[in-house]
């Protein structure tokens, strides 16, 4: 990727406050950004090309998981960052480990959006 080329990124929750917050550290961490409030309207905005893409667990068509099995059929590289606030058990955790997702465990603070932010987009 070109010095001047965004890292384009896929933020999905139905929380508008939330999605708004994300997108806005986001952006201050230079990537564009395209959102979504469900994982219908996300399997479409994704079509358009994204680098990586934070989805929260509880939408309201479809979960986030999901979410994640369609974009892995249709994207295997693509990198996945599920947000949740539930507890993680063991089905979960062994779920979003074969779909090699990255949790975010909700609330997190601007740090862990940020550090997620620049390890996605521009490596370790």
């Not at 609330?107 to 620049?118: G, H, K, T, W, Y």
């Amino acid at each position: 990727m070109s010095s001047n080329m965004k890292v384009r990124v896929l933020v999905v929750d139905d929380e508008v406050n939330f999605r708004k917050f994300c997108e806005w550290v986001l952006r201050q961490q230079g990537c564009e950004v395209v959102s979504a409030g469900t994982s219908g309207d996300a399997l479409l905005s994704a079509a358009s090309g994204v680098d990586w893409v934070l989805t929260d667990l509880h939408l309201p068509d479809q979960d986030g998981f999901w979410l994640a099995r369609q974009l892995r059929d249709l994207y295997p590289d693509l990198k996945i960052v599920l947000a949740t606030g539930s507890a993680a058990d063991s089905g979960f955790l062994k779920e979003a480990e074969e779909l090699k997702l990255c949790l975010l465990i909700k609330p997190f603070n601007l740090e862990d959006l940020i550090d997620v932010a620049r390890r996605f987009s521009f490596g370790p």
